[in-house]
């Protein structure tokens, strides 16, 4: 069973950072896609970034040039890092994975932007 677990998630201030870990139980080069996606209160479940195995990055409009994907695979972790943080990056941040029609979760991690 493939597993996924998030971490580092936390309490900021607007204009601050965060650096979002994604700790998979296997080989991370196995996988097709590695994304991030995040939900905030009262909203859908939206896609935040994208990372293929050929290497290829993709943000949604709202993140670009504040947030960037990233994998380790020695470690077979992903990696968001999140700079320039808004009020509106509140949301529970979700890791997930893809082998062709296999769909992987992690369990969330909170990010709270806040004065």
């Known amino acids: 069973q493939v597993q996924l677990v998030e971490s580092g998630g936390g309490l900021v201030q607007p204009g601050g950072s965060l650096k979002l870990s994604c700790k998979v139980s296997e080989n991370i080069f196995n996988f097709n896609t590695m994304r991030w996606y995040r939900q905030g209160p009262g909203k859908e479940r939206e896609l935040v970034a994208s990372?293929?195995?050929?290497?290829?990055?993709e943000y949604a409009e709202f993140v670009k040039g504040r947030f960037t994907i990233s994998k380790d695979g020695a470690k077979n972790t992903v990696y968001l890092q999140m700079n320039n943080l808004k009020p509106e990056d509140t949301a529970n941040y979700y890791c997930f994975a893809n082998i062709l029609s296999r769909h992987f979760w992690g369990q969330g991690t909170q990010v709270t932007v806040s004065s």
């Open positions: 990372l293929t195995v050929g290497e290829r990055s």
